[in-house]
């Protein structure tokens, strides 16, 4: 069953029919898709857009995802109106505004989407739907790292990259539990991103302190601005140089939370670190997760009880190419979706 939201014939979607460059991505008329058992369809408002997308795009993704068929439309997390069901779905679920993760490679940059109906969350009016792409895959994420975290009371926490999508979402979280948040972006281009980040509301927030980790003094800064107090926890998705000059500032007992290394290069960590100031490191991602709809409504929670409210990047549909280099080349403010 359909409303006259939909139409029928074509939608114009996203399209990859090599492997290749940012350039391979192109927008053309496609057929409309039909929701088969189990599915709804999804007019879409937002649709989201990840590192690893590009990683797909060039044929090196993860070995743990299907492999790319070509042509494909990418997408893996959308937000918008259900427009149409099948006939063994719940038909009040027509008209209703939802976010979903649609799965891997599964044709979210487009008009229309479909996505399996026990994937959706029903997002409340107030929630945009670009905040709530954001929440359904990149805050799931955050909610992850900083259950493995293990955050406490009075905790000092270095978040890398607190510009992206990611990291912008960590600082709020972290803000939110009262910790002391020093958010590290990269270049004046970022500073307004991430000041921002302080303006959501909370009655118990900490205290926050962004730095630009292109100045290499960042850490000496710091520390004076700490009143010589050491960082307890670093959340770090950067790696490299910067990743490692936030090593050297942390103080005995220290949490390290890998997530990734967006420079290109895991931070380098070696036994005496860890030794010798009893550091403790973990890796929530890459390790099976089996309660990814309970993190998803956390983050959807978050968002809409005013704890978080990420910053995107949007970009039309069209533009899906730039959106891509923006990534790769670390431009990006915010987590980057596509409006069509």
Do not use: C
Request: aromatic letters at 2%; glycine letters at 12%; charged letters at 20%.
């Amino acid at each position: 069953m359909t409303t006259d939201i939909g139409r029928a014939g074509t939608m114009r979607a996203v399209v990859q029919r090599e492997l290749g460059g940012p350039e391979v991505l192109t927008v053309e008329d496609v057929p409309m898709p039909e929701p088969g058992e189990g599915q709804v369809r999804i007019r879409v408002g937002a649709a989201g857009v990840h590192a690893v997308d590009t990683d797909i795009r060039r044929g090196e993704g993860p070995a743990a995802m299907p492999q790319t068929l070509l042509p494909m439309t990418p997408g893996r997390e959308v937000a918008g109106i259900v427009d149409a069901v099948a006939a063994d779905v719940d038909e009040n679920l027509l008209g209703a505004r939802v976010v979903a993760h649609v799965g891997f490679l599964n044709g979210g940059y487009a008009e229309f989407a479909l996505a399996p109906a026990t994937a959706l969350h029903v997002i409340p009016d107030a929630v945009p739907f670009a905040q709530a792409v954001a929440a359904i895959g990149t805050g799931r994420t955050a909610q992850l790292v900083l259950e493995h975290a293990g955050m406490q009371e009075g905790d000092v926490v270095i978040v890398p990259g607190a510009s992206g999508g990611l990291g912008s979402q960590l600082v709020q979280l972290a803000l939110s539990a009262g910790s002391t948040v020093v958010a590290l972006f990269g270049g004046e281009a970022k500073r307004a991103v991430v000041e921002r980040l302080d303006a959501v509301s909370a009655a118990d927030r900490g205290r926050f302190l962004p730095l630009d980790a292109t100045d290499e003094t960042w850490p000496e800064r710091m520390i004076a601005a700490l009143g010589g107090k050491t960082p307890s926890l670093l959340l770090d998705g950067v790696g490299g140089a910067i990743g490692r000059a936030a090593v050297e500032t942390l103080g005995r007992g220290a949490r390290i939370v890998i997530i990734g290394w967006s420079s290109g290069a895991p931070v380098r960590l070696d036994t005496d670190d860890i030794v010798e100031r009893s550091l403790t490191v973990t890796v929530p991602l890459g390790r099976p997760v089996t309660q990814l709809r309970v993190l998803e409504r956390r983050a959807l929670d978050a968002v809409a009880e005013g704890r978080t409210a990420p910053p995107v990047d949007e970009f039309p549909l069209e533009d899906a190419a730039a959106a891509h280099a923006a990534i790769e080349e670390r431009r990006q403010r915010g987590k980057v979706v596509l409006i069509p």
